[in-house]
């Protein structure tokens, strides 16, 4: 695990309240409106990548999901998610403290079903880091599964949280997963920041072949 890494995302969730993080969404819409796309029973295994202290996880617990897996490489974030869920609700959830550049409980996970990534990849510089995302990611989803994959647009911040990103596009997305998955619906969508500032954001989805 890249521990500075880790470190550095721990701080962040330490310092701040959920609701102050520069990310934050109370009802996380464009993933949901996205979900919706996906014709998975409730069943099948979502996974969140970098989940954080989403609610999307919330959505998914209070909308009867059966099979939901959070992963994120700070233990902070999620276990403010933990708390925030509750006990009861959070047991219906699997954890996984993981970092996805160097994925070890991830990489044995398999048919999931839909893959979820709000803001992770484009914080991925390195062309190994990216290529372990990649693989791992084609490891786990099963056939016929879903990729939602939302970055920071062309037209979005080049910077987040003190850190350098890339900025995408559908189609530099769908070159990033290549030929194995199909390019079913893409949005830009600009999310405002609890500071008033807008962050433009492209929300994707694919299936996989």
């Keep these: 695990?890249?521990?500075?890494?880790?470190?550095?995302?721990?701080?962040?969730?330490?310092?701040?309240?959920?609701?102050?993080?520069?990310?934050?969404?109370?009802?996380?819409?464009?993933?949901?409106?996205?979900?919706?796309?996906?014709?998975?029973?409730?069943?099948?295994?979502?996974?969140?990548?970098?989940?954080?202290?989403?609610?999307?996880?919330d959505y998914l617990v209070n909308h009867g999901f059966k099979n939901i897996i959070a992963t994120d490489i700070s233990e902070i974030a999620l276990n403010k998610l933990k708390e925030r869920l509750g006990e009861e609700k959070a047991t219906s959830v699997r954890w996984i403290v993981d970092d996805i550049t160097q994925p070890i409980h991830i990489q044995n996970l398999r048919d999931v079903a839909v893959w979820h990534d709000r803001a992770v990849l484009h914080f991925l510089l390195d062309e190994k880091e990216q290529n372990m995302y990649l693989s791992t990611l084609k490891k786990v989803i099963k056939k016929g599964g879903y990729v939602i994959i939302a970055a920071f647009s062309l037209k979005g911040a080049k910077k987040c949280s003190g850190l350098d990103v890339k900025n995408y596009d559908q189609n530099m997305l769908a070159k990033f997963l290549g030929e194995d998955f199909q390019l079913i619906e893409y949005f830009e969508h600009t999310y405002y920041m609890p500071s008033g500032k807008p962050r433009p954001y492209i929300y994707t989805l694919f299936q996989k072949n």
Aim: proline fraction near 4%; include cysteine.
């Design 1 to 57: 695990m890249n521990n500075s890494m880790k470190e550095h995302w721990n701080e962040i969730y330490d310092s701040l309240d959920v609701d102050e993080l520069t990310w934050y969404e109370e009802i996380p819409e464009p993933s949901i409106k996205l979900l919706s796309k996906c014709h998975i029973n409730k069943d099948e295994t979502i996974l969140d990548v970098g989940a954080g202290a989403s609610t999307f996880v």
